[in-house]
């Protein structure tokens, strides 16, 4: 990789963020990297800089981007309607027309979402692909992906500006998975399953340590699609610099959606966990990532096992506690 590279990093210090500038700093030809950060910074290095302020500030998005060429951008809110439109409209335009005029500019990576293609809201009845409708559920999370690419792709028409959307799923690491599979208040993430079954049959749940096996719509094992920050990481670091990632779009996930029932039946035979049925009004979706593996030579590392062995056998050190608000 050319270590001339200064990359700009929104939303640097959430989970994606961090483990990508570690991947990258660990890489002695990585090139530098600024961290746009607001609430929380990292720690300045060498090869890592640090510009404070608001994404939705104009004169911060100019700073942030002076003399850069490449952007990785993560900075995004969940369901905060006060926040959103400030972060996924007014941010994302400051950056990109700052980004349109550099002449050091290469190229600006999106990381996308699920959401804004229905997420498992609505029914399927085959793999979804990149030529796919945009589809929000209910909610401002959902449209703000959509928003995002949009204008995105607005500006590679409009300015022929070098971009790529690497479209993930749920992004897990360390224990998520196993938290977010929880009937007690110390889930992560939802559906909230201690509010889909009576009060004193999650509490009963969570003591057993039981999983739910979500079921969709139509009663059977709901297939749902996840990432690790490990495998995202490796397609962002792919996708930086590759000729084929030019003003396109990638669904960046496991090669096959997590099964509900494969899950439970694996956690029953490896660990002795139990498992309880829960319906829902939800649809299996499976994203297709074909092209990814076509076109970048990306691969996922992590299948079923392997994202449910790291989650499980994962032990938090004593100052790395469990963040579990999640709203959205």
């Given at each position: ?261 494969a899950m439970a039946a694996y956690l029953a035979e490896s660990r002795g966990v139990p498992s309880v049925p829960v319906a829902s009004p939800f649809h299996s979706v499976w994203l297709d990532n074909a092209k990814a593996r076509l076109r970048l030579g990306w691969r996922p590392a992590y299948d079923l096992k392997r994202m449910v062995d790291s989650a499980w056998d994962h032990v938090r050190a004593a100052g ?9």
């Open positions: 990789m050319p270590d001339d590279r200064l990359i700009l990093v929104t939303g640097a210090t959430g989970k994606v963020g961090r483990h990508f500038i570690g991947r990258l700093l660990a890489d002695p030809d990585g090139g530098r990297v600024r961290a746009l950060c607001h609430n929380r910074v990292l720690d300045e290095s060498a090869r890592l800089e640090v510009v404070r302020g608001s994404i939705a500030d104009r004169e911060v998005a100019r700073r942030a981007m002076t003399g850069v060429s490449h952007v990785v951008h993560l900075a995004t809110c969940k369901e905060t309607p006060e926040d959103v439109m400030d972060v996924t409209v007014r941010g994302l335009f400051w950056l990109l027309e700052e980004a349109r005029t550099a002449p050091s500019f290469s190229r600006f990576l999106l990381i996308g979402g699920d959401a804004g293609i229905g997420h498992f809201f609505y029914r399927r009845e085959a793999p979804v692909t990149e030529d796919g409708p945009f589809m929000a559920y209910p909610g401002c999370y959902a449209l703000s992906k959509v928003l995002e690419e949009v204008m995105l792709e607005q500006f590679g028409i409009q300015y022929d500006l070098d971009h790529c959307c690497l479209r993930a799923p749920w992004i897990m690491e360390k224990d998520d998975l196993r938290f977010a599979h929880s009937f007690g208040a110390d889930q992560f993430g939802g559906p909230l399953y201690r509010e889909m079954v009576p009060a004193d049959e999650a509490a009963r749940h969570a003591a057993a340590g039981a999983v739910p096996i979500l079921l969709d719509a139509d009663g059977a094992p709901l297939k749902r699609n996840f990432v690790h920050v490990d495998d995202l990481a490796s397609a962002i670091l792919v996708a930086l610099d590759h000729p084929a990632a030019r003003r396109q779009t990638f669904h960046v996930c496991m090669d096959e959606p997590l099964d509900y029932g790395d506690p469990r963040r579990v608000w999640y709203p959205g």
